[in-house]
């Protein structure tokens, strides 16, 4: 049963977490790039659209008509919606000819999280971030760890109200340097999304972007002149285990990683190991040739520990003795800093300066517990250090 709260019971509730909802998701991939139009008609919620539109809607922001049709051009799925159609993502619909996002100032998660929670270790360590989710997701991993609420239509999760003014407000009162877009997939809410990073961003507050980087290139222009930082999913590097395990295609999210190193974005970049599918040696060793040749040796990359959860819960746990095999792979390969994640107090959630090696950022947890970086550089041999470090 959904549920809203107004602005003024948010702020009496603040801290807490919306109730999760849970269900089942149906998974689609696609087909070949011809067959995309056809391919997306058939995974389009069909006659799904709320009857009428309700204060938490607002008109999408990058689409295109043919008649009474729209397509969302927001992301590579590019869903082509008749009258009273839904999109894949479950947050846009077709209403009277117009696309509309059904997401806008309706959060289902709302918490404030350290950023090395996101995560990302070379962005403003220490530092609380506000993160805000809405329902919906643009892919349809069948290992997704929060598929209660990223394989939802936003009508059927608990929602708080907050727009984007009241997010900053919130964010300026707690005085927390920083806004999180995450928990779920924020391309699918991409207008509450922009709407909040412009605001944010004339306020001096910074904008995080967690996501799978599945969205098309006009969209992340306008949006990257407001962000500051990301963390996208690298899900494998091969496009038919994208297809399979995620319902995507792995161009999309490269040319993303490309946009955000031209924009000067800072990101840093995620794999979950899922066992049988993103464990393969080759293949990361490819996936590391690309990153160094396209991006360079110097954005982080964090391979996590995969657990049994939603379609994929016959699985086992990622061995970590399988994590630090990938890690060994990209650090021999070049890549710079290299760490694991979901495998409390290994070594490697530590940052080690890529020319001395020594303990730059000794981790316990989300807690700091030695900080060898000043202005930016080796305390020990005054190498510039990668990433956006601020003043400690």
Not at 339 to 359: E, M, S
Request: aromatic share 12%; proline share 6%; net charge positive.
């Amino acid at each position: 049963m959904k549920r809203h709260i107004t602005r003024k019971q948010f702020l009496k509730e603040m801290g807490l977490l919306s109730a999760l909802i849970a269900s089942e998701g149906h998974c689609f991939w696609r087909k070949t790039e011809e067959e995309e139009k056809d391919d997306i008609r058939g995974h389009v919620f069909k006659n799904d659209a709320p009857k009428s539109l309700w204060k938490w809607s607002i008109e999408g922001f990058h689409y295109t008509t043919n008649g009474k049709d729209v397509q969302c051009m927001v992301c590579p799925n590019r869903c082509y919606l008749t009258p009273g159609d839904r999109s894949v993502c479950r947050s846009k619909v077709n209403i009277g000819g117009k696309l509309y996002s059904i997401a806008y100032g309706n959060p289902c998660a709302v918490h404030i999280d350290p950023i090395e929670k996101k995560p990302l270790s070379h962005f403003h360590p220490a530092t609380p971030v506000f993160s805000i989710a809405a329902a919906g997701c643009n892919f349809r991993c069948l290992n997704c760890q929060n598929w209660e609420i990223s394989q939802r239509k936003p009508e059927e999760v608990s929602n708080y109200e907050l727009f984007p003014p009241d997010v900053i407000k919130v964010t300026k009162e707690k005085g927390i340097p920083s806004i999180a877009y995450t928990y779920s997939e924020p391309i699918s809410y991409y207008e509450y999304m922009y709407d909040t990073a412009r605001l944010a961003s004339a306020e001096g507050i910074k904008n995080v972007l967690v996501s799978n980087g599945y969205i098309n290139r006009k969209p992340l222009e306008d949006l990257a002149r407001y962000l500051d930082a990301a963390n996208v999913n690298l899900k494998s590097y091969d496009d038919d285990i994208y297809r399979r395990l995620n319902g995507g295609t792995l161009q999309p999210v490269l040319n993303t990683f490309k946009l955000l190193h031209e924009k000067g974005v800072w990101f840093e970049m995620t794999t979950l190991v899922v066992p049988g599918y993103v464990d393969d040696p080759d293949m990361t060793k490819r996936m590391c040739g690309w990153i160094l040749k396209e991006l360079g040796p110097d954005y982080p990359l964090h391979f996590l520990r995969f657990f049994p959860r939603y379609k994929l819960d016959r699985l086992p746990a990622t061995p970590i003795k399988t994590l630090e095999l990938m890690r060994d792979i990209a650090l021999k390969e070049g890549i710079h800093y290299v760490y694991l994640g979901n495998v409390p107090g290994h070594d490697a959630y530590n940052t080690y300066c890529h020319n001395c090696q020594k303990i730059l950022v000794r981790r316990i947890g989300y807690e700091i517990a030695e900080f060898n970086i000043n202005a930016g550089r080796c305390r020990f041999c005054n190498t510039p250090i990668p990433g956006r470090w601020g003043d400690r």
